[in-house]
C-alpha cells in the first residue's frame, strides 16, 4: 500500500511562510505526476500546484507567484514553498501522487492556518 505523508502545517501569519513536505512510502520515480491539493471549511477540494516527471509545473491562478513545488530526488520528498500567505489559503492541503498507471495515492493532510 502505497502512502504519502504530509507534514509542515501550522499556524502563520498573514505575509508569512511556510513550507510543506510530501514524503511517499515508495520510490518518487514511481510518480508520472505529484501535486498539492487543499480544501478549505466548506468548499470542494481545489488543485494548487502540479509537477510532473519530466519537471513541468502548473500552479492554480490564486498561488502562481507565491508558491513553489518541487522535488528532492535525493530526499524522495516534495516541497511546497507557500510565501506572502494569505488568510483565504487556510486550508487542510493534501498530497496526491498518480502513478503511471494512472492509479491516484493521497495523503491524509496537513492543516494550514493563516491567521493574525
Known amino acids: 500500500q502505497v502512502q504519502l505523508v504530509e507534514s509542515g502545517g501550522g499556524l502563520v501569519q498573514p505575509g508569512g511562510s511556510l513550507r510543506l513536505s510530501c514524503a511517499p512510502s515508495?520510490?518518487?520515480?514511481?510518480?508520472?505526476?505529484m501535486g498539492w491539493y487543499r480544501q478549505a471549511p466548506g468548499k470542494e477540494r481545489e488543485l494548487v500546484a502540479t509537477?510532473?516527471?519530466?519537471?513541468?509545473?502548473n500552479y492554480a491562478v490564486s498561488v502562481k507567484g507565491r508558491f513553489t513545488i518541487s522535488r528532492d530526488n535525493t530526499k524522495n520528498t516534495v516541497y511546497l514553498q507557500m510565501n506572502s500567505l494569505k488568510p483565504e489559503d487556510t486550508a487542510v492541503y493534501y498530497c496526491?501522487?498518480?502513478?503511471?498507471?494512472?492509479?491516484?495515492?493521497w495523503g491524509k493532510g496537513t492543516l494550514v492556518t493563516v491567521s493574525s
Open positions: 509537477l510532473t516527471s519530466g519537471d513541468k509545473t
Open positions: 515508495g520510490s518518487i520515480f514511481s510518480f508520472s505526476i
Open positions: 496526491n501522487g498518480r502513478y503511471y498507471n494512472g492509479i491516484d495515492y
